[in-house]
């Protein structure tokens, strides 16, 4: 088992950066493949990026590469998603996951482990 505990998120105005944090623990953080999820209301659970056991491996969702980057500090058991220039259209809950492997993965169906995720609101 991996318990995964997202924070970070908030009220922010657009424009700004914000950085989320997932603290794991339980089974070895270190040997995970690691992802970040957002899910908008009324909208399906999107991919955002993605990170290898080592953080040698990332994966971007195209539209969000730009402005995100996805980092973990396998010392802390903790994963991070640096997101900066927010926009109104990156308002949602972000989850981090795990995949229970050292891959990496874009889909959600190859993660294991989900954290109840942290909400953000992005204002105009």
């Known amino acids: 088992q991996v318990q995964l505990v997202e924070s970070g998120g908030g009220l922010v105005q657009a424009g700004v950066s914000l950085r989320l944090s997932c603290a794991a623990s339980g089974r070895t953080f270190s040997r995970q493949g690691m992802g970040w999820f957002r899910q908008a209301p009324g909208k399906e659970r999107e991919f955002v990026a993605a990170?290898?056991?080592?953080?040698?491996?990332?994966y971007y969702e195209d539209s969000m590469q730009d402005r995100f980057t996805i980092s973990r500090d396998n010392g802390q058991n903790t994963l991070y998603l640096q997101m900066n220039n927010l926009k109104p259209e990156d308002t949602a809950v972000y989850y981090c996951?795990?995949?229970?492997?050292?891959?990496?993965?874009?889909?959600?169906?190859?993660?294991?482990?989900w954290g109840q995720g942290t909400q953000v609101t992005v204002s105009s």
């Open positions: 990170i290898s056991w080592s953080g040698g491996i990332t």
């Open positions: 996951a795990a995949t229970g492997s050292m891959s990496p993965a874009r889909t959600r169906d190859a993660y294991r482990y």
